[in-house]
């Protein structure tokens, strides 16, 4: 067993003692100002509701609002403002889209997982809270097929062990089936998942991949292991238990294989001081959205939960860097 996964076997208990209640997490957080996003919605929609470029009432600004984004929940929506004089902008069917407004307090849901180099623009998934997060969810596993095929060939280029190209090759294949299986989910309640397009990017240099390889693999990856293994363990649907235990498992994998590219890096002349500093930032920017509510009836930690998580793997993974990288067996290779 792998040290990182002996972690993982340490937390368990601390998983399995809690389940997924939203009763412990705040509706509303009165001491938080309030802040805007901006949807475009079909003019139709807009016109129907009243908006006519100007202000929309609270209710149906508030039924408006919280059909919209992928991955914000709306504790309390204040107000919104409708903007239908643009009219350039289509939407998938044709019809022209005005611009909303939402104002109020908000909290965005923490995911996890690599993401690609270059600017991905992600279209806006419709439906549910629930149908949202699992459309959205689908989106960025399948965004994670481009990022692994991309690690395998800056690692190839830069002269890195071929283990660790094999394996980047296959977290892209388990990502591909990840999409799969999670956007059937997504239909399920009503959701497809959003349309993703990826910029180009520069390939990046040693020094640049490992600084990425330690915010994206050794935090982002291990945090969203740990994640969806709690979702495995408290979803209350038995089909998506049984899909989060599927990509639980591989993404141990994928985090396993980040600290050892973490561990390599070092080794091949990166500074573990600068390393071990993008670990460590990128774990606090983790931690100051880990406690944010999420949707219910996902298996998703307790705001109370996720912060406790967090502090768990600050102690044992995260500040111990690189101690843990340097016996992890790389098991994604096949």
């Known amino acids: 067993m792998t040290p990182l996964a002996r972690h993982f076997l340490l937390l368990v208990p601390t998983l399995a003692s809690c389940a997924d209640?939203?009763?412990s997490c705040p509706k509303s957080?009165?001491?938080?100002?309030?802040?805007?996003?901006v949807y475009e919605v079909p003019v139709s929609e807009l016109e129907a509701a009243g908006g006519e470029?100007?202000?929309?009432d609270v209710a149906t600004c508030a039924t408006l609002c919280e059909a919209r984004g992928a991955m914000v929940v709306w504790d309390n929506v204040?107000?919104?403002t409708a903007d239908v004089s643009d009219t350039e902008a289509v939407g998938d069917s044709g019809e022209p889209l005005g611009v909303l407004t939402?104002?109020?307090?908000f909290h965005e849901v923490c995911m996890g997982g690599r993401t690609p180099a270059g600017r991905a623009r992600v279209a806006r998934a419709k439906g549910s809270a629930?149908?949202?997060?699992l459309a959205r969810m689908a989106t960025d596993e399948a965004l994670s097929v481009v990022a692994f095929r991309q690690l395998a060939r800056d690692?190839?280029?830069l002269g890195a062990p071929e283990e660790f190209v094999r394996a980047a090759l296959a977290a892209a294949q388990d990502e591909t089936r990840h999409a799969r299986l999670v956007a059937a989910l997504a239909r399920r309640h009503g959701a497809r998942p959003p349309r993703a397009h990826v910029g180009a990017a520069p390939a990046p240099n040693l020094g640049e991949l490992g600084a990425q390889n330690a915010a994206a693999g050794c935090v982002t990856e291990t945090w969203s292991a740990l994640l969806v293994r709690h979702q495995a363990l408290h979803a209350p649907d038995p089909e998506m238990r049984r899909v989060f235990a599927i990509i639980a498992a591989d993404e141990l994998r994928h985090a396993e294989l980040s600290w050892a590219i973490h561990a390599w890096a070092e080794q091949a002349g990166v500074s573990g001081a600068a390393l071990r500093a993008h670990i460590q930032t990128s774990a606090d920017r983790l931690g100051r959205r880990a406690g944010r509510r999420?949707?219910?009836?996902?298996g998703l930690p307790t705001a109370a939960r996720a912060r406790a998580l967090h502090q768990e793997l600050q102690s044992r993974v995260w500040s111990a860097a690189p101690t843990p990288a340097s016996t992890v067996n790389v098991r994604a290779a096949r």
Request: proline share 9%.
């Open 21 to 23: 209640s939203g009763s």
């Open 29 to 37: 957080f009165p001491d938080a100002p309030d802040a805007s996003r």
């Open 53 to 56: 470029d100007g202000d929309i």
């Open 78 to 80: 204040t107000g919104c």
């Open 102 to 105: 939402c104002t109020g307090k």
């Open 130 to 133: 629930k149908g949202r997060y």
């Open 155 to 157: 690692l190839q280029r």
């Open 294 to 298: 999420a949707p219910a009836g996902l």
